[in-house]
């Protein structure tokens, strides 16, 4: 019999996908009812019981997560690396705030 002790578990309540998340229950509700958030139901008729997957947690985070100055500067420099325009120069402006 193998030790399982290190490895988390494949599903987890709300309240521990709340922790995992920084927010609170009532928020995850509100993203999970809104179809942001994956869940499963392990309920039964019409008793739902959610359960929530730690990999469904972090694609949200990632579908959350906000480019930084330097990854939109090297998509567009990519941009246009990859076209076949003829050479001409490219200025990146950038709001103030950013400066």
Not at 20 to 31: E, F, G, H, N, V
Not at 42 to 71: H, K, M, W
Request: hydrophobic share 35%; aromatic share 8%.
């Amino acid at each position: 019999m193998s030790d399982n002790s290190s490895t988390p578990p494949a599903l987890i309540r709300p309240a521990d996908a709340a922790a995992y998340l920084a927010i609170s229950t009532r928020q995850l509700l509100d993203l999970t009812t809104s179809g942001h958030i994956r869940y499963v139901n392990i309920g039964v008729r019409d008793r739902e019981t959610r359960r929530y997957n730690l990999a469904d947690l972090d694609a949200f985070i990632e579908d959350c997560r906000q480019p930084t100055r330097s990854d939109a500067t090297s998509a567009v420099e990519n941009a246009v690396r990859m076209s076949s325009a003829p050479d001409f120069e490219v200025k990146i402006m950038f709001p103030r705030e950013w400066d």
